[in-house]
Structure formats: structure tokens, C-alpha cells
């Protein structure tokens, strides 16, 4: 059964940083990885897609990336802003085409 | 923009209550899912469905059943509320089943069962 851990579960930092959230899963024969954005008490907010056969997808300041073969994938923020503040999930689809979700990072960006 | 849209955003009901949540999509997609997300534990599948009439249990469907009669609509149904039902109720949709299938979700319902 796939299994999708995000390390770290909390980050705080200062505003303009450039950062990685880190998404990994145990089995690699996904079709997908999507990551998403989600404001307290709010619903999930897509923000990339990565399909198996790409290695990198980007959106304004963010650039996400997948390694199959490692089991891993990285959401990079460059210049973070204050909000920027949320919580980012993971979610990696195999054969069902059913997502499993990682845990999220909540992430603070202070002034 | 794909929109998918739940009835309510805030419910207080008493336990035993049959409790109805209501999810809309406005994008043809042929994929529906309820989650439910507590503190803790994350996002759980409830039910999914692939087309209409159709419904697949997901993790935990123990105390929940749903109906999809259109396509657009997919309903969550609590057929006697408890208190540990109390959580956000998360509805999702996706296109098709496919490499490119992207997830959209609803703004979810704070369900409050005393």
C-alpha cells in the first residue's frame, strides 16, 4: 500500500527565503503527483500536477519536481512571502488513480 | 475554472440524526470523492465514485453511505450521526481516470455533531 510521508511537519521562516518542502512515497510506480495548497479551515487549493513521464512543473514562484526512481518530490518556494502561510500537501496516484495524501507541512512565513 | 461547490460550510446536528452533505461539480467530471481531515490523521477517502450509480468504499465507510444519481452531484449521507462523525467533510472531483488527472476539491463543511 502506498505510503506518502512530508518531512518537516512544521517550518517557519523569514519572509523572501527560498524553500523546499519535501514529499516522499514508497512505491514509485505512481501515474501522477499532485501538490496542493490549504488555508485553515478551507478546502485543498491545486497547485501542481506532475504526470510520471515529466520531471518538473512550475507556476510563478513555484517549481515542483519528481524523482520516480527515488520516491521523491520537492516543492520549491523561491522569495517566500507572508502569504505564502498554509499548509502544503502531497498527494501521489498509482494504478486506482485514487490520490494518497502525505500529512502537510504547515508553513509560516513571519515578516 | 473548475468549480466544485457543498451545500453548506458550517452544520450542527444531534446525534442520531440523519445528516445529508451535498457536493456539485460543474465541469463533467466523471470522478467524485468524499474525504473526511482531523487533526492528526489527515485526509481519509470515505467513498468515491467513478460514474453515476457508481460508488466504491474507500478507507472508512463505516457509518456513511453516499448516492450519485447525476453526474454533477454526489452525496455524502450520515444515516445516524455520532459524535465522533464531528470533523471537516472535504468533496473532491477529477476528470477521468488518467495521468493527467488533476484533483479539485470543494471548500469543505464544518459538521458539528453534539
Known amino acids: 500500500k502506498q505510503e506518502v510521508t512530508q518531512i518537516p511537519a512544521a517550518l517557519s521562516v523569514p519572509e523572501g527565503e527560498n524553500l523546499v518542502l519535501n514529499c516522499s512515497f514508497t512505491?514509485?510506480?505512481?501515474?501522477?503527483l499532485q501538490w496542493f495548497r490549504q488555508d485553515p479551515g478551507k478546502g485543498l487549493t491545486s497547485l501542481l500536477l506532475i504526470q510520471s513521464s515529466q520531471r518538473e512543473q512550475t507556476s510563478g514562484r513555484l517549481n515542483a519536481s519528481l524523482d520516480k526512481s527515488s520516491g521523491r518530490s520537492t516543492l520549491y518556494i523561491a522569495a517566500s512571502q507572508p502569504g505564502d502561510s498554509a499548509t502544503y500537501l502531497c498527494a501521489a496516484s498509482g494504478g486506482s488513480y485514487i490520490p494518497t495524501f502525505g500529512r502537510g507541512t504547515s508553513l509560516i512565513v513571519h515578516p | 475554472d473548475v468549480k466544485v461547490t457543498q451545500s453548506s460550510r458550517y452544520l450542527v446536528k444531534r446525534t442520531g440524526e440523519k445528516v445529508f452533505l451535498e457536493c456539485v461539480q460543474d465541469?463533467?467530471?466523471?470522478?467524485m470523492f468524499w474525504y473526511r481531515q482531523d487533526p492528526g490523521l489527515g485526509l481519509r477517502l470515505i467513498y468515491f465514485s467513478y460514474d453515476v450509480k457508481m460508488k466504491e468504499k474507500g478507507d472508512i465507510p463505516e457509518g456513511y453511505s453516499v448516492s450519485r444519481e447525476k453526474k454533477e452531484r454526489f452525496s455524502l449521507i450520515l444515516e445516524s450521526a455520532s459524535t465522533n462523525q464531528t470533523s471537516m467533510y472535504l468533496c473532491?472531483?477529477?476528470?477521468?481516470?488518467?495521468?493527467?488527472?488533476?484533483?479539485?476539491f470543494g471548500p469543505g463543511t464544518r459538521l458539528t455533531v453534539l
Open positions: 465541469m463533467d467530471h466523471e470522478n
Open positions: 473532491a472531483s477529477s476528470l477521468y481516470r488518467g495521468s493527467d488527472n488533476e484533483q479539485f
Open positions: 512505491d514509485s510506480a505512481i501515474y501522477n
